[in-house]
Every structure is written in C-alpha cells, then in structure tokens.
C-alpha cells in the first residue's frame, strides 16, 4: 500500500485502491449499500433498473480517476462528471447521500484509514461541482 503523502500522485492512489480489481469491489459494494439501505432511497432511483452500466461507468471513471488506465475514456469517451448529472436536482441532500454511501463502501474495503480519508476528501470536490452545476439549471 502506498503512503498517504503519494495519494494523488501517479498512480499511487491506483495501486493503494488494488488496481481495477479492488476498484470493482469498491464500486460493487456502493452499489450494493446504495440499493439496500433506505438512506439512499433518493440517489438510487435515479439510476436503472439495472444498475451493470452504471457500475461499468463508476469502476471505470474512478480507475482512471485514481492515476489508473483511462478505462472510461476507453469505452465511452470522454465525460464532464458535473454535465452528465446537470439534469438531475442534486441538492445538498443528495450529494451527502452520496459521500455517504461512498463513506459506507469504503469502510468495507481492506484500504488503510489515511486512503479512506483522502478519498472521501478528493471525491468531495466532483460531488460538489454536480451540486453547483445541477443547481445553477434550477428557477
């Protein structure tokens, strides 16, 4: 595992994660919390009925995301996160049900505490810019 300080670098925040295959797991788990527990009974209907694509999209982004391949780039070209999700009303509510469930996924990962943090921190700053750019379409 890497040390804190090299989070962001390179591929460090990558490799910490376990590649793609830890990755998957990670995004699998948030999906799976996401679609059992009511708390996120919000951000989870946005999503279809059945969710593969939408694991597919978030593995893959954040594999690229952490310093990995571009997976995403690679299948489905290249994405605004704050313009994919401008149709949705993202309010403060939502983006904490995120972070929360993102917060929820990772404590289910075998990450070191430090890896955890930094990403709940690095992963604040898209869900917040979804937050900004959903509500600036809003009357």
Known sequence: MSDAANYGEGDA??????????????????????????????????????????????????????????RYTEKYGRISIPGAHQ????????????????RDALDRQPYPESLKTYLIDALSVPAQAVHRVSQAQRP
Request: with cysteine; aromatic share 12%; charged share 20%.
């Open 13 to 70: 925040t990558f490799q910490a994660a376990g590649g793609e295959a830890g990755i998957r797991a990670l995004v699998e788990d948030f999906y799976d919390i996401m679609a059992s527990n009511p708390a996120y009974r919000t951000i989870f209907s946005w999503h279809p009925e059945d969710i593969s694509i939408s694991v597919d999209k978030l593995a893959r982004f954040l594999c690229g995301w952490m310093g990995g391949p571009r």
């Open 87 to 102: 149709h949705l009303n993202v309010t403060v509510a939502e983006r904490d049900q995120w972070l929360g469930c993102m």
